[in-house]
């Protein structure tokens, strides 16, 4: 373990610029965005200049603390505000400060015409900040305050244009599905507390092996459902395509590439939680099957490009999850997909803003066609995202991808199969939805009005497309080779453990088994959508249904809100009729007895007299009635 | 002749100052429906004295005398001050205490 002294100013720096910009107000308008460009860029500096050194140094020496502050004191309970950049964090904190910088410079020229550019640069800055000192906190009470903070700029930048009561009503179904998720968390942290009496990753991994199996179990299951909240797993997953009303900008950083990992993170961090409850991991198992098949097949029905790219993104977040669920080998695919998937699923949300930048924000893809021959650049480079996400070889899924569904088979038994299988058909799914994007947005025939005139973007928004094309084509080929990433991260996630050899296929055997679906996938929609109506057919009572988000909406609307908002009536009823009743029925009576109390006082002597004669007599009875 | 007489003619002569004080309206009659009830106190603790064979009661009327004394002229002013004030010694006309 090494001390750094770097480390904190990865999240200070965008922090302090976040304040900046919020307090200076409009005065900040003019040069606003260049100075959250410059830290963001600054903080992907520094995360280069520790990677480097991480490099440089070898074996146990790599990861590097910086102690800040003792924030919790009490009694034999101790927690520090400490930042640690290990192998694994190190991997986000590239990712989150290099796709973060490029979205940055792509907002200048996205955003250039909102007269709130500045709030929105703010807001970014915020959001680096939060998730920095997510990936960096060394406990899970350091990374639940990052775990907050991701969520309310994620609130903050989907309800951007909360003028729209649409948009901002998606920020609150987006809060609330989190806030959902994070009692997981909070939950996992306290058990965490009662267990071990520990709230550190370090103290919690040296309490696992003498914990019991239903604890680990427990404590599995309430991470699970935090990763789930914040990942948009299946149950879950309702507000993620939702998400999609912030600036496209937002939906390619946070909402794909950064912020919805988290939960893979998580999960990766408390690797040995899963590591020691095979109850837990199968948990992980399914939750990540169901989403990745669930977002697939809710991508084909979908005409809002970036709504199609959100039930992309939550299928393949269900891949890194699933891959989590496989055990050691598995976490080390699951980052390397996540890390592919940051490039090219960024590199696929920005092509789609770019579309609607100059297709005046038009996100209906019945209403694309043929643009690919007025913006060739962004077609360029979301055709090579197109072909990374498929799992084309040489590109980035490619590696990726198979790795995951190589492993999944090999799990063994039954289990192995059955996950294989829905790895394998989600591929086919992937494979179909995504070559109907690229079929509907770049081929075919025109179909947008004559007054709209599409135009390539400028320069400050493809040159970072072109870059994060570059990572979707090179990164898959540079993570995998040498098992460069799998080594890198072994000593975190302990990945030495896993043996060659029992291989239920051989990987040769499975990429050309994935690159034959893919194949069938990619030639059916290219068959199907030779000719697109301009509006969508009614189609049959299934793509009804899966139109319908697979009607997880009207589910979480029928089962939760609508009985919950009964039961809120019901306590509100109750409040005003009983609880009210009574408090003011106390007052009442006071009020109606004084009222005939006060008649007594009515100033004459003489019957103030006889009352004092009659209450003198009555004390006497009295008096003579107890001695009797 | 038996000595208890004596407390009931004083518990008469209280009775009837009692009901005098509720129910006559002429300030000066309820005053000395006062001074009766006093007086058949007095009549009481002298009884009592003479039943004990001490004198603790004679010493307590000697008190009440004093103090109905005190009152007479106390009570007396007040009323020669109402009547010039508002030209009427009932006492129902002195009801401001209500207001």
Known sequence: ?628 | MDISNYLYLSAILFTIGAVGVVVRRNAIVVFMCVELMLNAANLAFVTFSRINGDLVGQVASFFTMVVAACEVVVGLAIIVTMYRSRRSASIDDASLLKR
């Open chain 1, 1 to 628: 373990m090494t001390t750094s002294h770097n480390l904190v100013y990865l999240i200070a720096l965008p922090l302090v610029s976040a304040a900046i910009l919020l307090l200076l107000g409009r005065i900040a308008d003019k040069w606003g965005h260049l100075l959250a460009t410059l830290v963001s860029a600054s903080t992907f500096a520094i995360a280069a200049i520790e990677f480097f050194s991480m490099r440089s140094r070898s074996g146990a020496a790599r990861p590097a603390m910086q102690d800040l502050f003792t924030w919790i004191s009490v009694g034999s309970f101790n927690v520090h505000a400490s930042l640690l950049l290990d192998q694994l964090s190190i991997c986000f904190v590239l990712l989150i400060t290099g796709v973060g910088t490029l979205i940055h410079i792509y907002s200048i020229a996205y955003m250039s015409h909102d007269h709130d550019r500045r709030r929105f640069f703010a807001y970014l800055n915020l959001f680096v900040a939060a998730m920095l000192l997510l990936v960096l906190g060394d406990s899970y009470l350091n990374l639940y305050v990052g775990w907050e903070g991701v969520g309310l700029a994620s609130y903050l930048l989907i309800g951007f244009w909360n003028q729209k009561p649409a948009y901002a009503v998606a920020a609150k179904k987006a809060f609330v599905a989190n806030r959902v998720g994070d009692i997981g968390l909070s939950l996992a942290i306290m058990i965490s507390f009662a267990q071990f009496g520990s709230v550190s990753f370090s103290g919690v991994e040296a309490g696992v092996p003498h914990a019991s199996k239903a604890a680990l179990t427990a404590l599995g299951a309430m991470l699970l459902l935090a990763a789930a909240g914040k990942s948009a797993q299946f149950p879950l997953q309702s507000w993620l395509g939702d998400a999609m009303a912030g600036p496209t900008p937002v939906s390619a950083l946070i909402h794909a590439a950064t912020m919805v990992t988290a939960g893979v993170y998580l999960i990766t961090r408390s690797h040995f939680v899963f590591d020691a409850s095979p109850t837990a991991q199968t948990m992980v198992l399914i939750v990540g099957g169901i989403t990745l098949l669930f977002g697939a097949l809710v991508g084909t029905a979908k005409d809002d490009i970036k709504k199609a790219l959100a039930a992309s993104t939550m299928s393949q977040i269900g891949y890194m999850i699933l891959a989590t669920g496989l055990g050691p080998i598995g976490y080390a695919f699951a980052i390397m997909h996540l890390l592919t998937h940051g490039f090219f699923k960024a590199g696929m949300f920005l092509g789609a803003g770019s579309v609607m930048h100059g297709m005046n924000d038009e996100v209906n893809m019945r209403r694309y066609g043929a643009i690919g021959k007025v913006m060739p650049i962004t077609a360029v480079t979301f055709g090579l995202g197109y072909l990374a996400i498929i799992g084309v070889p040489p590109f980035a899924g490619f590696y990726s991808k198979d790795k995951i569904i190589e492993t999944a088979f090999n799990a063994g038994g039954s289990k192995g199969i059955i996950v294989g299988g829905a790895a394998l058909l989600g591929a086919a799914i992937t494979a179909f939805y995504m070559t109907r994007v690229i079929v509907l947005t770049f081929t075919g025939t025109k179909r947008w009005d004559d007054q709209v005139h599409p135009h390539e973007s400028p320069s400050l928004m493809w040159i970072p497309m072109v870059i994060l094309a570059v990572g979707s084509v090179a990164s898959g080929f540079l993570f995998n080779s040498g098992h460069a990433l799998v080594n890198w991260l072994a000593p975190v996630v302990n990945a030495a453990g896993h043996e060659e050899g029992k291989a239920l296929m051989q990987p040769m055997t499975v990429s050309l088994l994935a690159l034959g679906v893919v194949a069938v996938g990619v030639s059916i929609a290219i068959l199907k959508y030779r000719t697109v109506p301009v509006d969508a057919p009614a189609g049959n009572i299934l793509t009804k249904i899966v139109r319908r988000d697979l009607l997880q909406d009207d589910f979480n609307d029928r089962v939760l809100v609508r009985p919950g908002q009964a039961l809120t009536n019901f306590f509100v009823r109750m409040d005003n009729s009983f609880i009210d009743g009574i408090v003011r029925g106390v007052g009442g009576i006071v009020a109606v007895s004084s009222t005939n109390l006060r008649k007594i006082q009515n100033g004459y002597v003489r019957s103030y007299a006889l009352i004092m004669v009659v209450g003198v007599l009555a004390l006497l009875t009295t008096i003579w009635m107890v001695t009797l």
